[in-house]
């Protein structure tokens, strides 16, 4: 071949290359050509997940089916517009959404389908007014409130079996307890501390016997305080200690020895962490991190803060959840501005949380804060905080849905699943339950709802 018939192969190959690439690189960018009109457009996607797999989707006139094996599917050449999305499968009840499809742009949805007639199982009968459980709900706890006495059976959803009370004193003492109760429990929940109006009580478990004891009422540390203590911890290191909050002093009172010494003056509030404290400092204004022996202070954070006499906190994370007599803040260890919540009540019994976000509701309102980084938000979440919901309905109970962006509510007798995705202006919400005065519990890593209502108490298995 000749130099000149070479060259113009090469002078080819590079126009050729141009030629090809130019529609190449346009279909990578997005860009998709309409043989209608003839016409370059951009063009995006949607990524869909469903639970359960293998359902109906339709968007705009593509219809498609979710994969049987993981539920996805991708639908590619959208024009940007907005699209309603419709999601359905038999025996399920259907879902809704419109979304903005934006150019050279996948946006995600992760739609959970609640079945038209959930699948529940009776796990035994009881004449109780409601049910409260666990935080991983290994014990479930009935109640039956009668005058000033209230009848308690523990049962446990894993043995399929009430648990016995160790004897006479602990049902006695367990017949003291309202329903309102504030139950702090062990990581293990094998153990429980109790908080009534007048008394602070200890519950344990210990082959599979429920025996319960006075940590206040009729024991010494009466003597050595005149009220019952504020605040009221089990020092990890020890079974038979307990720090205290007497007022603002600070203390320490051995169940054995009955010895109370105090440690510090000016607290506000404590928490109990699995090697330190966090006390909350009234001179300095601001939480301190300390030994058990509330020595070698060092600061939570260095964020300045309102002037707070009372506070009860929470540890979440990375965050302190602190709530005083009428607000509650959001409190970063990395140095950030503390986060005031939405809401005027220091009720911790309403305010949940999850890894990703803090969640608080009243009677007819739920909010959320995310304290995950900006840019770990789910796509759908624009904001830090919001309020999700809003009902003219009194809100008798929410919970997080199991592993889902998804809530569990009730309003009056019914039991909904709630979306967080707001996409659209709209939360789609489904019927779970519809009884005559259920009260509900969602362990937070186990598919599924137990349920108390009209004398049994229930198992309805989720997707």
């Known amino acids: 071949m000749t130099y000149r018939a070479r060259k113009l192969l090469f002078l080819f190959s590079i126009l050729a290359f141009l030629t090809l690439s130019g529609p190449?690189?346009?279909?990578?960018?997005?860009y998709r050509l309409s043989l209608s009109n003839f016409d370059i457009h951009k063009t995006g996607g949607v990524f869909i997940h469903t639970n359960p797999p293998g359902t109906d989707l339709a968007i705009g006139e593509v219809k498609q089916t979710t994969s049987y094996l993981t539920g996805n599917a991708f639908i590619q050449n959208l024009r940007p517009a907005p699209y309603t999305i419709r999601v359905s499968r038999k025996s399920y009840q259907s879902w809704e959404k419109t979304v903005d499809v934006e150019a050279q742009t996948?946006?995600?949805?992760?739609?959970?389908?609640?079945?038209?007639?959930p699948i529940i199982t009776v796990l035994k009968t009881a004449s109780s007014t409601g049910m409260r459980a666990s935080p991983n709900a290994s014990l479930l706890i009935l109640y039956d409130t009668k005058k000033a006495k209230h009848i308690y059976e523990l049962f446990d959803p894993n043995l399929h079996k009430t648990l016995p009370f160790a004897d006479a004193l602990s049902q006695s003492l367990i017949a003291s307890v309202p329903p309102d109760a504030v139950w702090n429990w062990n990581a293990s929940e094998t153990g429980a501390l109790i908080e009534t109006s007048d008394n602070w009580i200890r519950l344990t478990r210990q082959d599979n016997v429920i025996r319960v004891r006075s940590?206040?009422?009729?024991?010494?540390?009466?003597h050595i305080v005149s009220k019952k203590p504020r605040l009221l911890a089990e020092d990890p290191r020890n079974v038979d200690s307990y720090f205290f909050l007497d007022g603002t002093n600070f203390a320490r009172w051995n169940t054995k020895t009955n010895v109370a010494q105090q440690l510090l003056q000016s607290i506000g509030g404590f928490l109990v962490g699995d090697t330190y404290l966090i006390l909350?400092?009234?001179q300095s204004g601001a939480p301190q991190i300390t030994t058990f022996d509330a020595t070698q202070p060092r600061p939570y954070a260095t964020s300045s803060f309102p002037i707070i006499t009372e506070s009860k906190m929470r540890e979440i994370g990375s965050y302190l959840l602190l709530a005083s007599k009428d607000k509650t803040w959001l409190l970063s260890n990395s140095g950030k501005n503390p986060s005031q919540l939405s809401t005027n009540s220091s009720n911790l019994q309403n305010i949940l949380h999850t890894d990703a976000y803090v969640l608080w509701w009243d009677n007819h309102t739920i909010s959320i804060h995310w304290i995950v980084p900006e840019q770990q938000l789910p796509s759908f979440q624009k904001s830090q905080q919001e309020t999700l919901y809003e009902s003219n309905e009194t809100i008798q109970n929410v919970m997080p849905y199991p592993e889902e962006h998804y809530l569990i509510i009730q309003e009056e007798n019914t039991i909904y699943t709630l979306e967080l995705d707001g996409r659209g202006g709209t939360r789609n919400k489904h019927i779970l339950y519809k009884g005559n005065k259920p009260s509900f519990f969602a362990p937070p890593h186990k598919k599924i709802l137990y349920v108390y209502d009209n004398g049994s108490l229930l198992a309805i298995e989720l997707p």
């Open 24 to 30: 190449l690189l346009l279909y990578t960018f997005g």
């Open 215 to 222: 940590l206040y009422r009729q024991t010494p540390l009466a």
């Open 280 to 282: 909350w400092d009234m």
């Open 106 to 117: 996948v946006t995600e949805l992760f739609p959970v389908l609640m079945p038209a007639t």
